[in-house]
């Protein structure tokens, strides 16, 4: 999987009016959003369903555990 580039994530921001988005904001969105595709992706190699049929209380810490670096 590609990395989301923080600098496409401001630009795409600041293109669309959002001139309040920083550098710094720039790259935690950039990383929340990585993090969600390889939460998904997971998700969708998984044997078992996972996320796509979790509870909604424990959709968030699903969601977590997925996001964690594997390695």
Known sequence: ????????????ARAQGHDWLDEA?????A????????????????IEPGLLVADAA???????ALAE???
């Open 1 to 12: 999987m590609r990395e989301i580039d923080s600098n496409a994530v401001l630009s795409l």
């Open 25 to 29: 904001a720039a790259a935690r969105v």
């Open 31 to 46: 990383a929340g959003a990585a993090a969600a595709t390889a939460a998904v992706t997971a998700t969708l190699r998984a």
């Open 58 to 64: 424990d959709f968030l810490a699903t969601l977590e």
């Open 69 to 71: 670096p594997r390695g």
